[in-house]
């Protein structure tokens, strides 16, 4: 069963656009929704994370947009950059009640073009 | 102030094999997970380790086992490889605390580990 379910699995934008990635969860315990980035090679990074009592949380061109009622969380990067490509993947977590793993989307594929 | 760092980075093995995974953790934190990302996939939690004792154990058989350390590092010992255990083996700390574990993890850079 997969509890997290993230889309689209690839996508590719121009300099300056704005990416935008998705996803959707099951579990209404989760309280907890980091994003990561991975570049080719590394482990993956902590970009930003929110939770639930916020609709939204920024930091830089980085933004989190949250929907408690319908149960999906979106990543938006803002003037993306060659740089910004990577995969980038959601997560999410119950914490406080005993439970500490992540469980991650399968992840979206970033390439920006020039 | 170095990060989660993980040895060795790449590892062939062949089947029947077993096969053991070091990592040590951020300064300052004692709490280890464990996670397998497949190729294309996203990472999958294995085991999490706190006060040198398994706290919570994700859906992975009895060959995947572990070790934390008074000074906090773990390993991963995996028995039996099958080559479906090919995979990016990732380490990740995070503080617990009295209060309950602080929400962030931070990963290494992972071990390739092939299986022939």
């Known amino acids: 069963q997969q509890q997290v379910k993230q889309s689209p699995q690839s996508l590719i934008v121009q300099k300056g656009g704005i990416s935008i990635i998705n996803c959707a969860y099951e579990n209404t315990a989760f309280d907890y929704f980091p994003w990561y980035q991975q570049f080719p090679g590394k482990g993956p990074a902590l970009l930003i994370a929110i939770r639930p009592d916020v609709s939204e949380k920024k930091e830089g061109r980085f933004t989190i947009s949250f929907n408690k009622s319908a149960k999906q969380f979106s990543l938006h990067i803002m003037d993306s950059q060659p740089g910004d490509s990577a995969t980038y993947f959601c997560?999410?977590?119950?914490?406080?009640?005993?439970?500490?793993?992540?469980?991650f989307g399968k992840g979206t594929k970033l390439s920006v073009i020039p | 102030d170095a990060g989660v760092t993980q040895s060795p980075t790449h590892l062939i093995k062949t089947r029947g094999q077993q096969v053991t995974l070091r990592c040590s953790p951020k300064?300052?934190?004692?709490?280890v997970s464990w996670y397998q990302q497949a190729l294309g996939q996203g990472p999958q939690f294995i085991f999490q380790?706190?006060?040198?004792?398994?706290?919570q154990r994700g859906n992975f058989p009895d060959r995947f086992s572990g070790h934390q350390f008074p000074n906090y590092s773990s390993e991963l010992n995996v028995n039996a490889l099958l080559l479906g255990d090919s995979a990016l083996y990732l380490c990740?700390?995070?503080?617990?605390?009295?209060?309950?574990?602080?929400?962030?993890?931070?990963f290494g850079p992972g071990t390739r580990l092939t299986v022939l």
């Open positions: 997560a999410a977590s119950v914490t406080g009640a005993g439970s500490y793993q992540l469980t």
């Open positions: 380790y706190y006060e040198e004792e398994e706290r």
């Open positions: 300064s300052g934190h004692d709490t």
């Open positions: 990740a700390s995070s503080l617990s605390l009295p209060s309950g574990p602080v929400d962030e993890q931070f």
